[in-house]
C-alpha cells in the first residue's frame, strides 16, 4: 500500500509543538514497520519545511 504523507502530517512528525502533533506521530509509529507499505511526500513541499 502507498500512503502520500502531506506538508501537514510531515509538520507534524517534525514539530511536536503543532496541535495535532501527538496524533500524527502515534500513527506513524505504528505503520512505520509494515513492509507491506511504503511512504511518500511531495517534493514541491520541501521549499515549504527549508522555509519555515
Known amino acids: 500500500m502507498n500512503i502520500f504523507l502531506d506538508a501537514n502530517i510531515c509538520l507534524d512528525l517534525l514539530d511536536t509543538t503543532r496541535p495535532t502533533s501527538k496524533n500524527s506521530v502515534e500513527w506513524y509509529m505504528i505503520q512505520k514497520d509494515d513492509t507491506?507499505?511504503?511512504?511518500?511526500i511531495s517534493g514541491d513541499f520541501i521549499m515549504t519545511f527549508f522555509m519555515c
Open 36 to 40: 507491506q507499505k511504503a511512504f511518500f
